[in-house]
């Protein structure tokens, strides 16, 4: 899960955060001289762990040379709800929480866990980020999260080598595709890996399809359950799902290899020693186990298409981020206010884009302070979606349907991946799944 989500006039614009009055305390001063933050230590939780854990430590490290204040960093794991919520009841909150899911965020603010951000962080929202972002952070009208890390969810990565062979060029449609796709699995390469172990991928094919075919509004729509998963167009994205899952020439190893495939042995059958697969649908992040495991150079032989447009509509951008948050009962709400004011800033978001791994969804962030020509692309592409941008739909439901291994949409799709046949009674698994966790 960690896998998916697994998102100018910097020095004035932090001076001029972290010189507000944070949280309705006195002034927190950005450095220089007097570092008014130091003998403080803020403790920031969040999902990650690993590389990204390591460069998000620099994040915190350049905070506290700028404040003075240290910070220690918990890894939650997964399960962010379940660990924050016996840290608040045993006393020990968190000051900051990064927050992965829509869901988690809106689940937070209604238990009274979460303060409002200050007028300064809110400003900078206003001036740095398209107002979707703002929106998916706000929760009945108070703004509680600021994203700091997006992920750009709507990326076809591919063998350049494999497409050259068929003498493909990457398609600007989904029917293009899907003949490219032809193409490719005749010249004896089938074309995609599709990691249907992992329910979470396949949500994020359907979505990408359903937020183009049927377009934002409709998406927005079925996101919050304001119209039933039985609905035509949800039936009609499944069908066109469907016609990829159901051809056993586009799909390595067939439904039954692609039901035995999870994420990292899906990139692995296309950049892996032994190709097995031409493309792989998945978010940027596909490029850092292309990279890290596989030895791929982004940009030469590992790169990406963006998810081409389906029946006449506009290519999807799905995307998926991770929200800071600060918690009410953190004993530290001065230094965290002024770290959510930090974070807001492009200088911010820099030192994790130098290091790598990372998009912002900050508009104000120079693209030159992306490390690769690839990431610079990907950064772009999801900045230029301004509003069009939509959020993982799995991480907006309840978690019983959107979230959990086994039941709910992952285990539905899977059971679709595994026969396709009948989109409609898809659809109407789906509703009664969605039906019942929706009410609870």
Same mark, same amino acid.
């Given at each position: ?55 998000? %430590? ?9 404040? !003075? ?11 962010? /709800?379940?660990?924050? =919520? /016996? ?10 929480? +990064? @927050? ?6 809106? %689940? *937070? ?27 998916? !952070? ?13 992920? $750009?969810? /709507?990326?076809?990565?591919? /063998? ?34 599709? #990691? =249907? ?27 919050? $359950? ?18 990829? *899952? ?16 999870? *994420? ?13 697969? #031409? +493309? ?5 992040? @596909? ?69 790598? =791994? *990372? ?33 993982? +739909?799995?991480? %907006? ?10 039941? !709910? ?32």
């Amino acid at each position: 899960m960690t896998l998916r989500r697994m998102t100018t006039a910097c020095c004035s614009a932090l001076t001029l955060a972290l010189a507000a009055t944070a949280c309705g305390g006195g002034p927190v001063s950005a450095g220089g001289g007097g570092k008014e933050l130091s003998g403080q230590t803020l403790d920031v939780a969040g999902v990650w762990s690993g590389a990204e854990q390591k460069n998000f %430590q620099k994040v915190l490290d350049a905070f506290t040379e700028k404040t !003075g204040a240290k910070t220690r960093f918990v890894s939650t794991g997964d399960n962010v /709800s379940t660990v924050v =919520g /016996s840290k608040i009841e045993g006393g020990n909150a968190p000051d900051v929480v +990064m @927050v992965p899911q829509v869901g988690v965020l809106q %689940q *937070f603010a209604r238990q009274k866990w979460l303060k409002p951000l200050s007028e300064t962080a809110t400003k900078a929202v206003d001036t740095n980020y398209a107002p979707v972002w703002k929106n998916y !952070g706000s929760v009945d009208g108070a703004l509680y999260g600021l994203y700091f890390k997006a992920a $750009h969810k /709507s990326t076809v990565w591919y /063998s350049p080598e494999a497409l050259d062979q068929a003498g493909v060029k990457p398609p600007k449609t989904y029917e293009e595709m899907l003949r490219s796709g032809q193409t490719v699995s005749d010249s004896g390469l089938p074309a995609f890996a599709v #990691a =249907g172990e992992d329910g979470w991928t396949l949500t994020d094919w359907f979505e990408n399809i359903y937020l183009s075919q049927a377009g934002p509004e409709k998406y927005d729509q079925l996101a919050k $359950h304001e119209i039933a998963w039985t609905d035509p167009t949800v039936v009609k994205a499944l069908t066109t799902l469907g016609t990829l *899952f159901s051809d056993k020439k586009l799909v390595a190893g067939g439904q039954k290899g692609a039901l035995g495939t999870d *994420f990292p042995g899906s990139v692995e059958k296309v950049f892996g020693p032994e190709p097995e697969a #031409a +493309m792989v649908y998945e978010g940027d992040f @596909v490029a850092g186990v292309a990279k890290d495991q596989f030895g791929r150079k982004i940009g030469e032989d590992a790169t990406f298409f963006p998810f081409p447009a389906v029946e006449g509509g506009k290519a999807p951008v799905v995307s998926g981020g991770d929200a800071a948050v600060v918690l009410k009962d953190g004993k530290n709400q001065k230094a965290a206010m002024a770290f959510l004011e930090y974070l807001a800033t492009p200088e911010a978001a820099a030192v994790w884009a130098e290091a790598g =791994g *990372f998009l912002s969804p900050n508009k104000k962030l120079d693209l030159a302070a992306y490390g690769d020509d690839t990431l610079r692309e990907t950064a772009k592409s999801l900045i230029d979606a301004g509003d069009s941008v939509r959020f993982d +739909m799995s991480d %907006q439901a309840p978690a019983a349907f959107g979230g959990t291994k086994g039941v !709910g949409e992952w285990k539905i799709l899977q059971d679709f991946l595994r026969d396709p046949s009948n989109p409609a009674a898809t659809a109407a698994a789906l509703e009664g799944a969605a039906a019942k966790a929706y009410k609870g």
